[in-house]
C-alpha cells in the first residue's frame, strides 16, 4: 500500500517550502507529493479546483491520498475538492489533523517506506512531540488569565458567558425547502420541454452567479463563499444533465416533472453512500434539483425566508441546509441554524460559519 501527499496552504512560497524540506527526509526514494496553494491569481488563498487538481495527480500514483492543510479555509477548501472528486478518489483521499510544516515532513519519511496511509498519518501527528518533550510550557506553569483570555465586567471583576445562540428562549422559525409546481405547465412537446428546461438552467446559473459576485472581493472568508457557490454554479451547467434532460423528455415531455424525478432519484443513491463527505453531495443534487425547477416555475430566489426580512432575533430550522440558502442568510438576527434529520457539515452549514452563524444538527421530535 502507498501514500501519496498533498500540501494546502495559503501562501504558495510556504507550501514549496514545506515541500523540499519534506522531501529531504524520503532518503532519495521518490514519493508522490503535490501542492495546491495561494488563491487562483496568485494571491494569498486557496483554490478548491486546484487542490483537486492536486489529488487526482496523486491518487493516479498512490493507493490513499494524506492532504495536509495549514489553516481552517484550506479545510474547506480540501473538502469542497473532494465534494467533486469521483466516489473511488474521495474515498481514498483523508484530511490530515497534524501540523501542516512538522506533519508533512515526517509523513514524507514514512511514505517513503511504503507504509500505508494509517501509518503516516500516526506518524505525522507526531511531529509535534519534539516541541511538546523539549520545551517549556509555559503557559501551563502560569494559568493566570490575561485580559486577552476574558472580557471583564467592569468594576466586578466577573465574566459574562457567550450568548447561546441556540438558547430555548429564542423563537424558532421552520422553514421547508419545497417548491410549488402550480406555476409550470408542460406544452406536452419534448423539444419545447428541452428548450425550457436549458433557459430555466441558464436563469438559475446567472442568479447563482449574482450570489457569487456579492461575496467577490470582500474578505477571505467572502471569497470562500464565492468559490462554493461557483461549483453550485458548476453543477448547474454540467452538460450531462442536458443529455439527460433530451433523453428522459423524448419519452415524458414535462421538465418539471424529469428534473424533479431524475435528480431526487440520483440525490437518493448519492444519500445511501458509506461516507458521509459522499452523503453530503446529496445535498447539492436536491439544491440543484430546487435551482432548476424553482426557475421553471419561474419562482425568485429568495432563500429560506422567502423574501421576507427577518428583523427578530431567532433559531431558523431546516431540513437540511444547502449552500445557497446559507450565502443568502444575513447574520445578525439569526442566531444559529437547527437541521433536522441531516448532517451540519458540507458547503451550507461551511457558508453559514463563515459568516459567522453556527450551525448544529438536531434530532427531530
Sequence with gaps: MTCGLVLVAHSRP?????????????????????VAAGSADGGIGTDAMAVLDAVNSVAERCDDVLVFVDLGSAIMSAQTALEFAEP?????????????????VAA???????????????????????KETLVDDDLAADPTPTVDDVDTVADEGLTDPPPDPFSPLLPRMEYTLDLNPEGYVSTGEAARELERFEVARARAAAALERIARSYDDTTEAGREIATIVRMIVALVNDRRLSRMAAADLAETPDAFRVVEERLDSLAGKIAAAPTSQLREQSIDVRLVSRLILGALAEQPLAGVANGREITT???????????ISAALLRPGPVTGVEVHGYSDTGHGPNIARLLGVPVRAVARD
Design 14 to 34: 510556504l507550501a514549496e517550502a514545506a515541500r523540499d524540506l519534506a522531501l529531504t527526509m524520503t532518503g532519495g526514494r521518490d514519493i508522490a507529493l503535490a
Design 88 to 104: 473511488d478518489v474521495a474515498a481514498r483521499t483523508h484530511i490530515s489533523r497534524a501540523p501542516l510544516v512538522e506533519g508533512v
Design 108 to 130: 514524507a519519511a514514512k511514505a517513503a517506506l511504503g507504509t500505508d496511509w494509517r501509518g503516516v498519518e500516526a506518524e505525522a501527528r507526531r511531529g509535534l512531540k519534539p
Design 313 to 323: 432575533p431567532c433559531v431558523i430550522v431546516l431540513p437540511e441546509l444547502d449552500a
